[in-house]
């Protein structure tokens, strides 16, 4: 009976921890109401400005699952896309601010989005053209679409001059994979790829280049031609 009188003593005290607030220690030891996103998001900021990025991501994604219908939930959207920025995780940067995009599209950090998913993928391009340069063909489109929506954003010009650089990186690719089949003599091939310089990047280094390379792709047609007429031999592996 003792067991019971204590059991009765006991709900109110646990009634009342169920309806009181969950505050837990945030960052910097100050309590954090769980059940206030205002004060959840705020201690996720203090985590990103202490470079406390995977704990700032776990907490972001709390606020997102459980009020999704908050004003902080499509804060903690594009802080998330800040985050895997910060963190030079390009790649997921580029998708997260593609998603804010796509779901708030005439949210007043709208412009914002689409210029940092353009510089998310300005950004994961490679060093070197001899590797894939599938996000600089990325970032051309988005700044592209960037500037078409935002002519006279704030980084409208940083833009335009980024998209020139990407341009000529593209370029330069197109160039070294002419470039490889030209000194391996397959001239069609390499003639196909500095015709592809010239007609899509105009105005660029590597398109100046490949005039002169498609020159001396004539040239070199021209040559195999002739000795195959005078001795017969067969030349057909130029014309893969």
Do not use: W
């Not at 900021?45 to 995977?54: A, G, L, M, N, V």
């Amino acid at each position: 009976m003792v067991y019971t009188s204590n059991m009765r003593a006991l709900v109110p005290a646990l009634l009342l921890l169920t309806l009181a607030p969950t505050l837990l220690p945030g960052c910097g030891g100050k309590p954090v109401d769980e059940n206030d996103p205002a004060s959840m998001m705020s201690d996720a900021e203090e985590d990103i400005k202490s470079d406390h990025y995977q704990i700032a991501l776990d907490k972001l994604r709390m606020i997102k699952n459980r009020f999704p219908y908050s004003k902080q939930s499509v804060d903690a959207q594009l802080r998330t896309a800040d985050v895997y920025f910060l963190q030079e995780a390009y790649g997921e940067a580029a998708l997260a601010y593609e998603s804010f995009k796509d779901l708030h599209p005439k949210h007043e950090k709208t412009a914002y989005a689409m210029y940092r998913m353009s510089l998310s993928y300005y950004n994961d391009i490679p060093s070197t053209v001899a590797r894939d340069m599938t996000s600089a063909s990325k970032a051309i489109e988005a700044f592209d679409t960037f500037l078409r929506r935002f002519p006279s954003a704030p980084e409208a010009d940083d833009s335009r001059k980024k998209m020139s650089e990407t341009r000529e990186k593209l370029a330069g690719k197109e160039f070294y994979i002419g470039e490889f089949y030209f000194k391996r003599d397959f001239y069609k091939t390499a003639k196909h790829r500095f015709e592809k310089v010239v007609d899509l990047f105009p105005g660029t280094q590597a398109s100046e280049q490949a005039k002169l390379k498609l020159a001396a792709c004539d040239r070199s047609e021209e040559h195999t031609s002739e000795l195959q007429s005078r001795f017969g031999i067969s030349y057909a592996v130029f014309c893969l």
